[in-house]
C-alpha cells in the first residue's frame, strides 16, 4: 500500500516537470533578446559598435559588446569591461550629482541655498538667487548648455568660468569652490575608487587611446579620448556637464549601487538611503507630454516621442542620455538598470542617427523589463 503510494507521488512529480519543460519559455535575458536589437542599430549605420549590460542590485544578468570601435572590421571589437566611451551628459548624473549628494549629506551644500552662497562672483546677477535645487532640478530657467556661437568666443577656461550660463557647469564649479579642488579629483576619491571604478575618468591617458571608442573624424582620423564637448573641452576636459569616460560594466557598478540606495558592495554606506531617494524621486513635472526632472537626473516622462526608457519602465525609474549616443536607465521597482553605451556621434552612416538610436535604446528597455517581469513571475 505504502509503495503504491510513493510511486504515485513520484510519478506525479515527474509529469509536473514535464509539463513545466514543455510550457512555452518567457522573455528572459539572453542574447536571443538582445542581439537583434542593439545589431539593428549597428546595421543602419547609426552606431560602429555598442556595449549593455543589463542587470539587479545584486547582479549583472547580461552583458555584451557588439561591433567595432570604428566601422572597419580591423579595429578593435566592443568589450563591456574594455572599452571606454565618452559619456557626454551623463557625467552629470555619475559625477557631478553624486558629489552633490555626498556635499548635501555632509552638511556642506544645501539644497535651498542660492547658489551665490557658494560663488559669491555672481552675485548682482540674475543667477544670484537661483538655488542648488532649482539647479538640479533644471527649473533656474538658465540655459542646459552654453550656445556653440557664445562658446567659440570664449578664448579659455578662464573666460567660460565668467560666462558661465549652463546649469551642470555651475554645480560642478559649486563642487570645486566648496572641497577645494577640482570636481575630477573630489569624486574619484570619494566615489570611484570606493566603488571599484577603474574605468572611469576624465581625460583618460594616452596610452589608454586604442581602447577609447572614437567620437569624431579629424583629417580623416578617428578622434578619441579626446572630450566631444566643447564647454568641457574649454574647461581643460573637467566639467559638470561633460568630460567623463567609463566602460559599461563600471556604469553597471554605479548602477547598482544606486539600486542600493547607496551601500558599498561590502554592505558599508557611501550615502545614506534617504539621500539618494531624495534625488532621484520626481521633483519637476513641466507636463503637456514633456519631461519631467529629479535632483540631477531625468525622470518619466522623458518628453520624447521614443523615450529612451522604453514604454515599461516604472513611474519611480530614473537615468539620464548623453549626446555622444550614451544611455542609462534604473527602475527601482523592478531592481533593474539597463546601461546601453554606442559612439553615435562618431560617423554615422545613417540619415538619421540620432533617431534610430533612440528605436534601440526604447527597444532595449522594454526587452529587459520583461524579461524582469517573467523572471518574477509565479
Same mark, same amino acid.
Given at each position: 500500500?505504502?509503495?503504491?503510494?510513493?510511486?504515485?507521488?513520484?510519478?506525479?512529480?515527474?509529469?509536473?516537470?514535464?509539463?513545466?519543460?514543455?510550457?512555452?519559455?518567457?522573455?528572459?535575458?539572453?542574447?536571443?533578446?538582445?542581439?537583434?536589437?542593439?545589431?539593428?542599430?549597428?546595421?543602419?549605420?547609426?552606431?560602429?559598435?555598442?556595449?549593455?549590460?543589463?542587470?539587479?542590485?545584486?547582479?549583472?544578468?547580461?552583458?555584451?559588446?557588439?561591433?567595432?570601435?570604428?566601422?572597419?572590421?580591423?579595429?578593435?571589437?566592443?568589450? !563591456?569591461?574594455?572599452?571606454?566611451?565618452?559619456?557626454?551628459?551623463?557625467?552629470?548624473?555619475?559625477?557631478?550629482? !553624486?558629489?552633490?549628494?555626498?556635499?548635501?549629506?555632509?552638511?556642506?551644500?544645501?539644497?535651498?541655498?542660492?547658489?551665490?552662497?557658494?560663488?559669491?562672483?555672481?552675485?548682482?546677477?540674475?543667477?544670484?538667487?537661483?538655488?542648488?535645487?532649482?539647479?538640479?532640478?533644471?527649473?533656474?530657467?538658465?540655459?542646459?548648455?552654453?550656445?556653440?556661437?557664445?562658446?567659440?568666443?570664449?578664448?579659455?577656461?578662464?573666460?567660460?568660468?565668467?560666462?558661465?550660463?549652463?546649469?551642470?557647469?555651475?554645480?560642478?564649479?559649486?563642487?570645486?569652490?566648496?572641497?577645494?579642488?577640482?570636481?575630477?579629483?573630489?569624486?574619484?576619491?570619494?566615489?570611484?575608487?570606493?566603488?571599484?571604478?577603474?574605468?572611469?575618468?576624465?581625460?583618460?591617458?594616452?596610452?589608454?587611446?586604442?581602447?577609447?571608442?572614437?567620437?569624431?573624424?579629424?583629417?580623416?582620423?578617428?578622434?578619441?579620448?579626446?572630450?566631444?564637448?566643447?564647454?568641457?573641452?574649454?574647461?581643460?576636459?573637467?566639467?559638470?556637464?561633460?568630460?567623463?569616460?567609463?566602460?559599461?560594466?563600471?556604469?553597471?557598478?554605479?548602477?547598482?549601487?544606486?539600486?542600493?540606495?547607496?551601500?558599498?558592495?561590502?554592505?558599508?554606506?557611501?550615502?545614506?538611503?534617504?539621500?539618494?531617494?531624495?534625488?532621484?524621486?520626481?521633483?519637476?513635472?513641466?507636463?503637456?507630454?514633456?519631461?519631467?526632472?529629479?535632483?540631477?537626473?531625468?525622470?518619466?516622462?522623458?518628453?520624447?516621442?521614443?523615450?529612451?526608457?522604453?514604454?515599461?519602465?516604472?513611474?519611480?525609474?530614473?537615468?539620464?542620455?548623453?549626446?555622444?549616443?550614451?544611455?542609462?536607465?534604473?527602475?527601482?521597482?523592478?531592481?533593474?538598470?539597463?546601461?546601453?553605451?554606442?559612439?553615435?556621434?562618431?560617423?554615422?552612416?545613417?540619415?538619421?542617427?540620432?533617431?534610430?538610436?533612440?528605436?534601440?535604446?526604447?527597444?532595449?528597455?522594454?526587452?529587459?523589463?520583461?524579461?524582469?517581469?517573467?523572471?518574477?513571475? !509565479?
Amino acid at each position: 500500500m505504502r509503495a503504491a503510494y510513493s510511486g504515485r507521488v513520484v510519478l506525479g512529480l515527474i509529469l509536473l516537470l514535464q509539463a513545466a519543460s514543455a510550457a512555452p519559455a518567457g522573455p528572459s535575458f539572453d542574447a536571443a533578446i538582445f542581439d537583434p536589437l542593439v545589431l539593428d542599430g549597428i546595421r543602419q549605420g547609426a552606431y560602429a559598435g555598442a556595449a549593455l549590460v543589463v542587470g539587479r542590485r545584486d547582479t549583472v544578468l547580461f552583458a555584451r559588446g557588439y561591433g567595432h570601435l570604428t566601422w572597419s572590421a580591423a579595429s578593435r571589437a566592443v568589450d !563591456p569591461e574594455s572599452t571606454l566611451y565618452d559619456l557626454a551628459s551623463l557625467t552629470k548624473v555619475v559625477a557631478t550629482t !553624486p558629489a552633490l549628494m555626498l556635499l548635501v549629506e555632509r552638511g556642506r551644500v544645501r539644497l535651498d541655498a542660492p547658489v551665490a552662497t557658494y560663488l559669491p562672483e555672481l552675485q548682482g546677477t540674475r543667477t544670484a538667487a537661483v538655488t542648488m535645487r532649482q539647479l538640479l532640478a533644471h527649473t533656474s530657467g538658465l540655459r542646459a548648455d552654453i550656445p556653440d556661437p557664445v562658446l567659440k568666443a570664449l578664448p579659455d577656461s578662464a573666460a567660460v568660468m565668467r560666462r558661465v550660463l549652463s546649469e551642470a557647469i555651475l554645480l560642478g564649479a559649486v563642487v570645486q569652490r566648496v572641497t577645494g579642488e577640482p570636481l575630477d579629483a573630489f569624486v574619484a576619491r570619494e566615489l570611484f575608487a570606493p566603488l571599484g571604478l577603474a574605468a572611469t575618468m576624465f581625460r583618460p591617458p594616452v596610452r589608454l587611446r586604442s581602447r577609447i571608442a572614437p567620437t569624431g573624424v579629424w583629417r580623416g582620423h578617428p578622434v578619441a579620448g579626446v572630450v566631444n564637448d566643447g564647454s568641457a573641452f574649454k574647461l581643460r576636459g573637467v566639467s559638470g556637464n561633460a568630460g567623463l569616460f567609463a566602460s559599461a560594466m563600471d556604469l553597471a557598478r554605479f548602477a547598482r549601487f544606486m539600486l542600493r540606495e547607496g551601500a558599498l558592495p561590502d554592505g558599508r554606506r557611501l550615502l545614506k538611503p534617504e539621500t539618494v531617494r531624495l534625488f532621484t524621486t520626481k521633483a519637476a513635472d513641466f507636463g503637456h507630454g514633456s519631461e519631467a526632472r529629479a535632483l540631477g537626473w531625468q525622470a518619466l516622462p522623458t518628453g520624447e516621442t521614443v523615450s529612451s526608457a522604453g514604454t515599461l519602465f516604472g513611474p519611480r525609474s530614473y537615468g539620464h542620455t548623453g549626446w555622444t549616443g550614451t544611455s542609462l536607465w534604473i527602475d527601482p521597482d523592478r531592481d533593474l538598470f539597463v546601461v546601453l553605451l554606442t559612439n553615435r556621434a562618431y560617423a554615422p552612416r545613417a540619415r538619421r542617427p540620432f533617431t534610430v538610436l533612440k528605436g534601440v535604446r526604447g527597444r532595449v528597455a522594454d526587452a529587459a523589463a520583461r524579461a524582469a517581469d517573467a523572471s518574477h513571475a !509565479p
